[in-house]
Each structure stands twice: as structure tokens, then as C-alpha cells.
């Protein structure tokens, strides 16, 4: 999620760090930077350059406070411009009639969003149901009705041969009376290149729904296009809010800040993964941080809560502070894990940490492999190797990687790591300090843990950029 512009954003913020004082020339340089870093990203150029020079206008008529540095106060300064660009958080309107309506292009993930939104309202108490009106794209009804299905959610689908829009969204309203109260979510035939026919078309779907919600699904490697298609859906069908998809899959993201100051109107989804739960509320504040490699420690220990149970966690922390520590336990510590990552891997992880989305590229891309890859050796041991780890000699490590798959070396690493790991516990006993070990292999990494060291490098941990520390213990 915006990888690319987080690292060009740091080393035009570099230039100005070993300055004493802020003038007009060291800014102006340093602004240079930041334009063509947002343009480079598929940021409009009106609003990269329009950014830009608020940036530099405050930057330059700023004066420094003595806590701070000139380049600090520069990010400052940025991080809040970014914040007014991105606008403010928007709930959902879920106010009577209770009818969203879900428009956008072909391939932005119309459908999948559809049916992620269904699964968040039902998670907040609401009951959502889900109505098919794409009569264009094969299949397009029934990957709604599979989904619909898996999320146990009510699900429309036209009369079989409809090939009208209007009678579809008519036969739909039908329907929706029939079933009672609950939040409608209509999910529309994407439009290809802004065709004016299938627009007009939609303004008159629209018209029949009068829905309370009219959203735009947007890929976020839409690129430049992006301006035009946010104002083409908002003059024809009224945007009340966007919501960008695919941002776990594209490094570039500039078209979130140009369709929000486009339409003026607030993201209120993002779309990181192509799971039916993988979809989070936006935080324009939170947003910037992570831009700016600020992390977002907020929303880390939000999934924190929602993700693992307190009560499992605090009976692992007892185990290993009275030493008991085994493979059964190193196990549950995983998934536990597992479930933390499951909005993007191990580097969507250490993009929330403060100073750490440089890591992600350190911990490699094959991390979340390598996990798997442990998970199975242990699955491969018996209850009495997974106890007592100790018997496991020569002939029983052969016997394991055979049944997991995997070389010997690797169950000779995973050993190593594990009496390093109880050594940690040994020492320390507390479970924050245990978190360490389980992402980085102890090298004073204090949060995460060392799973990761050993299933990633060998057991060594991957050397932090000069001049950047690691966070401090959660």
C-alpha cells in the first residue's frame, strides 16, 4: 500500500534533515521532489500541485520550534496537508430507505466488494441483503448468489434471460419488500471507458432505487484515469462516497487522493485482500501516517482485539513465563499470528509499525510461505515430540520432514530457533518480550517476534536502514 510513494516521500524528506534552518531554497528543492513523487505515484498533477504548494507555503512562513528539526517540522507540515486532502472520516449511511447502491467500471471488484460489505454490516448487527442487476457480465449473478451463500446473506437474482436493467432493479424493489427490513445492496453492471449509454442507463436504475448510499468501486491502479472517471460517475449518478479496491495489490495509490479531491467525497472503505473479510474502515489520519512510514499502531491494536482471544492469550503468556513453553504452544503462538497477517502477509503486518514499511521488503516475500512451511513440520510430529521436544534425534527429524515435506535443514533451523526462543523465555518470561522472538530471532526487535528470523533468514534478523529504530515494546 503505497510503497512506492512512501519511499520517494523519505528521501526528498532526507535533503532537508542535516539542515539547520528552513529557508525558501532548501524547501523549494526539497518540494521539487515531493511533486514528482506524487505525480510518479498517479496522483493528479492539479492535486499533487496544489499539495505542493500548501506544503510549501506554511513550510516556509513556519518557525521552527526548538524540540524539533527543520525536516521534521516538514513532515509535520506535509502529514497534515495530506490529512485535509484525504478529508474526514464518513460512517456509512445506513438511514432509511437503507439502499446502497455499488457503481464503478469493469474489473474494479464490484461484485467481491458487494458481498465484503455485506459481511462487515452483518458483523456490526445490521441485516444485510445482496441484489444482482449485472445482466452483462457472465456469471456476474452467480458469484453474488455463491457469496451471498457463504456469508449466509439473502440473495436476488433477475428472472433467468432478463436482459433489461430497469425491469431487474423493479423486480428487485419487489423483493426487497417481501423481505422485510434490511440494509440493500445493489451491485450494478460495470461500466467499460465511461460508455454514455450504459451511464444513462444506470441514472435510471438509480432512479428506481433512490438509494440513501450511492458508492463508486474503484481500482486503485486506476492511474491517471481516475479524475475522469470520478467526475464522469459523479455528474451522472451523484457519488456520495468512494471506496477503493486492490490497494494491497498496487504499489502506487495516487488515485485515492485524486477521486477524493475530485468529488469531494469521503473514502469510506479501502479493499486489502481478496478475502470476503478483508475490508477496513478508512482513517484519513491513519492513512497519512502510513504514507509517511508513520505506521498505525491504532489499527494494528484494533485487529489485535477483534482477531485473538484475550483469554487464550493470557493461558500461552502463563506457559511461557513458568517455562513450560513447547511445540504445541509455539503452534497456537502462530496462528495467533496468522490471523494478525491476514489482511496482507507479514509485510502488511510491519507496514503498521512506526518506521517499519522499509522492513517489509527486509523480511522477504516469501514469509508467509516459510510459516506455512514450519506449521507443517510441526503438524508432522506426534503429541509426544510436540511436548517434549528433546527426543526428537536423527531417525524422528527424517521421519517429520518426510511426512511434512520439507528438508532436513529446515527442522534443523526450526529446532534451533525453538531453544532460542525458550532461552528468551527463560530469561525474561513475559509475553510482549516472547513477540519479539516470534518476528526477528531476538534482535532487540521490541513488539513483534522471532518466528520470523528463523523461518525467513536463517534465525538472523534483517539490518534496519542507517539511522532508523526499532519501535519501542508494546
Known amino acids: 500500500m503505497f510503497s512506492a510513494l512512501t519511499e520517494k516521500l523519505e528521501d526528498a524528506f532526507k535533503k532537508l534533515r542535516g539542515q539547520s534552518r528552513i529557508s525558501e531554497s532548501n524547501v523549494s528543492d526539497a518540494m521539487q521532489d515531493i511533486r514528482m513523487a506524487l505525480l510518479e505515484a498517479d496522483v493528479d498533477f492539479k492535486v499533487a500541485k496544489d499539495l505542493v504548494e500548501a506544503v510549501k507555503t506554511q ?6 520550534l526548538r524540540s524539533v528539526s527543520p525536516g521534521q517540522q516538514i513532515v509535520k507540515i506535509f502529514h497534515d496537508e495530506l490529512v485535509k486532502l484525504l478529508g474526514t472520516a464518513v460512517a456509512l449511511n445506513v438511514d432509511p430507505p437503507q439502499r446502497i447502491l455499488m457503481t464503478g467500471l469493469n474489473g474494479a471488484g464490484k461484485t467481491t466488494t458487494s458481498a465484503k460489505l455485506a459481511g462487515w454490516l452483518k458483523k456490526q448487527g445490521r441485516r444485510p441483503l445482496l441484489l444482482a442487476l449485472d445482466l452483462y457480465r457472465p456469471a456476474a449473478i452467480q458469484q453474488l448468489q455463491v457469496l451471498g451463500q457463504q456469508l449466509g446473506v439473502p ?4 428472472a433467468a434471460g432478463e436482459t433489461d436493467p430497469v425491469k431487474a432493479a423493479k423486480a428487485a424493489l419487489d423483493w426487497l419488500k417481501a423481505q422485510g427490513s434490511g440494509v440493500a445492496i445493489f451491485d450494478t453492471a460495470g461500466r467499460q471507458d465511461l460508455d454514455e449509454e450504459l451511464l444513462a442507463e444506470l441514472k435510471k436504475v438509480r432512479e428506481i432505487v433512490q438509494p440513501n448510499e ?6 486503485a491502479a486506476t492511474g491517471q484515469q481516475a479524475v475522469g472517471v470520478a467526475q464522469k460517475f459523479n455528474d451522472a449518478v451523484g457519488i456520495t462516497g468512494l471506496i477503493m479496491t486492490k490497494l494491497d495489490g498496487d504499489a502506487r495509490g495516487g488515485a485515492l487522493l485524486s477521486m477524493r479531491q475530485v468529488t469531494g467525497c469521503a473514502v469510506k472503505f479501502l ?3 481478496e478475502k470476503i473479510d478483508q475490508l477496513e474502515i478508512f482513517h484519513p489520519d491513519r492513512m497519512a501516517q502510513r504514507i509517511l512510514n508513520m505506521g498505525d499502531v491504532v489499527s494494528l491494536v484494533e485487529k489485535a482485539a477483534e482477531e485473538i482471544d484475550e483469554k487464550e492469550a493470557m493461558k500461552l503468556a502463563a506457559r511461557m513465563q513458568s517455562n513450560k513453553f513447547d511445540f504445541n504452544d509455539m503452534l497456537q503462538q502462530m496462528r495467533m499470528m496468522k ?3 491476514s489482511g496482507g502477509g507479514m509485510g502488511g503486518l510491519l507496514g503498521m509499525l512506526p518506521g517499519m514499511a522499509k522492513m517489509k521488503d527486509a523480511v522477504g516475500p516469501d514469509a508467509d510461505k516459510k510459516m506455512k512451511h514450519t506449521e507443517a513440520l510441526i503438524l ?14 536423527g531417525q524422528r527429524r527424517k521421519r517429520i520432514c518426510n511426512g511434512a515435506g520439507r528438508p532436513v535443514m529446515e527442522m534443523n533451523q526450526l529446532l534451533k530457533q525453538f531453544e532460542m526462543m525458550k532461552k528468551m523465555m527463560k530469561n525474561q518470561g513475559a509475553m510482549m518480550q516472547m513477540a519479539s522472538a516470534m518476528m526477528g530471532g531476538g534482535g532487540g526487535m521490541g513488539g513483534l517476534g522471532g518466528l520470523l528470523g528463523g523461518l525467513g ?3 538472523k534478523m534483517p539490518k534496519m536502514p542507517p539511522g532508523m529504530k526499532f519501535p519501542g515494546k508494546f
Open 59 to 64: 513550510s516556509i512562513g513556519a518557525e521552527v
Open 339 to 341: 490471523k494478525l497477517t
Open 214 to 219: 450511492v458508492l463508486l468501486i474503484a481500482d
Open 271 to 273: 479493499g486489502v485482500g
Open 155 to 158: 440473495v436476488f437474482a433477475p
Open 457 to 459: 533468514g536463517g534465525g
Open 380 to 393: 508432522s510430529m506426534t503429541p509426544k515430540e510436540r511436548q517434549r521436544p528433546e527426543i526428537i534425534n
